[in-house]
């Protein structure tokens, strides 16, 4: 038992530390093209602090642990929201309200929304099948579309590294999958200890754990003045985890939907973005730590 939660502490600090590498590598070379700030959080970063739900969902899915797999996706997604996009909020409000009448992430904030409701709707058959792993993908690359079209330029400190940049994505990569392993295997066996059920420990510790990422990524970001990646990147990693890794995942072994009670409090929390977007000043920071007492309470019922 004590190994099991060792190996889960290891896995989860190469899991962290990789995605680290692998956003600052994968940002320098998306910056030696020209790409926009805010459209490399959306993509390159949010798919880099994406890996290890890509990882450890899709490996569980392959290996039979379909309830940790999808518990981690959507534990996640709600970790993303409810825990670091709100810290940032509190951090530094401006960062997500509007600025001069318009709010700056509208139009990826509605993105996320048709991704959740997507990923939702499919859901409501019951199961996750090859026929919604298509669907999924299909509606991901059209959101991944759009974003490229409408991608802004802003001033927010990217750059490039060289040669550095490719041993950092090469490296991050190799450390995530490795920490992804030993985090699913610890987990299984930390589930079997206890008796709690995988889905649950995949929507609490497992979410909570591979969400690390998105934390100190865009909190770094925040405090660098990068607010662009930061929201940009809770935002795009969500959209990733629902259409890109449930549906990859899918497409291996189909995933039963143990209930939608989760999934509805996903789509919950999803919804509450809109006022952190749309408001400004005050209303934001009251917000904002609503949303992070909702998330408390929301693993104190996992919990209980």
């Not at 890509?54 to 959507?74: C, K, P, W, Y």
């Not at 409000?93 to 509605?110: I, K, M, S, W």
Request: proline share 3%; charged share 10%; with cysteine.
């Amino acid at each position: 038992m004590i190994l099991s939660v060792v190996l889960f502490v290891l896995g989860l600090a190469l899991l962290i530390k990789g995605a680290d590498y692998f956003v600052e590598g994968g940002g320098g070379l998306a910056a030696r093209y020209g790409v926009s700030t805010t459209t490399i959080g959306f993509t390159v970063i949010a798919f880099g602090t994406s890996l290890p739900e890509f990882v450890v969902s899709v490996n569980a899915i392959a290996t039979g642990n379909a309830d940790i797999g999808l518990g981690n996706v959507v534990g996640s997604n709600i970790a993303n929201i409810g825990l670091v996009l709100a810290l940032c909020a509190v951090l530094k409000p401006a960062v997500v309200g509007e600025r001069r009448g318009q709010a700056p992430l509208r139009h990826e904030t509605l993105l996320m929304l048709a991704a959740t409701a997507v990923f939702i709707g499919l859901s409501l058959r019951g199961v996750l099948d090859v026929v919604s792993g298509i669907a999924s993908l299909v509606v991901f690359a059209f959101l991944l579309n759009s974003l490229w079209k409408s991608g802004r330029t802003e001033d927010e400190p990217i750059v490039s590294h060289g040669n550095r940049d490719y041993a950092e994505t090469a490296g991050g990569l190799i450390a995530v999958i490795i920490g992804a392993q030993l985090v699913l295997d610890s987990a299984v066996a930390i589930a079997d200890a206890f008796g709690i059920p995988a889905y649950i420990i995949g929507l609490s510790m497992v979410a909570v754990g591979t969400s690390l990422p998105e934390l100190v990524t865009s909190a770094v970001a925040i405090l660098k003045g990068s607010g662009g990646i930061s929201v940009g990147n809770i935002l795009g990693s969500n959209i990733f985890n629902l259409l890109f890794v449930m549906g990859c995942g899918t497409l291996i072994r189909p995933v039963p939907i143990p209930d939608m009670v989760n999934l509805a409090i996903m789509g919950g929390f999803s919804l509450a973005v809109i006022p952190l977007i749309w408001g400004h000043g005050r209303m934001i920071r009251v917000w904002a730590a609503l949303m992070i007492a909702g998330y408390a309470a929301y693993l104190g019922m996992l919990i209980i």
